[in-house]
């Protein structure tokens, strides 16, 4: 069974720093490709990042271009999102999702929710 | 402003058919037919239900259909029921910087 596991959400000031990261399971990681997409209070899904299966391509939505670093572990099966220079626009809840040729995620995690105030 | 325009509820009763449009343009739902539908309900993790505009992953009832025309791709269920009520969002690739666009959301209420 594919199971994705977000984890390192919680409140943090603006301008401070956090690191998400995605536990995969039931499938082989190092043959995806994955996003995070996160999606604010009330609010709908908004795309924030891309990384090919390799690590070697990368993509930022331009909200969080310079802010955000995505990577991934193969041999942890694992997946990561560095934020710094968080804004209170940033407050969201974040998925990890699997992509597959045609969409940005066929599984997603549960989310982990980010809350940027003082 | 979400990149892909949708309305911003529907509603139908039990055992009707709607359908729910998501309109963007030729750089991501005209230009390419990997546009993609996902149902979420309060609390809950998106779930794919139509990839490539009109193929349902495994699983997903096949009440719920995709079709696309032009810059517009469409959602239809049909024979409404209560537990379909929910939030649905489309999505497209785009040729843009952002690689992966979505629809601003449409609420589904079941009467």
């Known amino acids: 069974e594919v199971q994705l596991v977000e984890s390192g959400g919680g409140l943090v000031q603006p301008g401070g720093s956090l690191r998400l990261s995605c536990a995969a399971s039931?499938?082989?990681?190092?043959?995806?490709?994955m996003n995070w997409v996160r999606q604010a209070p009330g609010k709908g899904l908004e795309w924030v990042s891309y990384?090919?299966?390799?690590?070697?391509?990368?993509y930022y939505a331009d909200s969080v271009k310079g802010r955000f670093t995505i990577s991934r572990d193969n041999a942890k099966n694992s997946l990561y999102l560095q934020m710094n220079s968080l804004r209170a626009e940033d407050t969201a809840v974040y998925y990890c999702?699997?992509?597959?040729?045609?969409?940005?995620?066929?599984?997603w995690g549960q989310g982990t929710l980010v809350t940027v105030s003082s | 402003q979400s990149a892909l325009t949708q309305p911003a509820s529907v509603s139908g009763s039990p055992g009707q058919s709607i359908t729910i449009s998501c309109t963007g343009t030729s750089s991501d739902v005209g230009g390419y037919n990997y546009v993609s539908w996902y149902q979420q309900h309060p609390g809950k993790a998106p779930k794919l239900m139509i990839y490539e505009v009109s193929n349902r992953p495994s699983g997903v009832s096949n009440r719920f259909s995709g079709s696309k025309s032009g810059n517009t791709a469409s959602l239809t269920i049909s024979g409404l029921q209560a537990e379909d009520e929910a939030d649905y969002y489309c999505s497209s690739y785009t040729s843009s910087s952002t690689l992966w666009v979505f629809g601003g959301g449409t609420k589904l209420t079941v009467l």
């Open positions: 990384i090919s299966s390799s690590g070697s391509t990368i």
């Open positions: 039931g499938f082989t990681f190092s043959s995806y490709e």
């Open positions: 999702a699997r992509e597959t040729p045609g969409e940005p995620g066929d599984y």
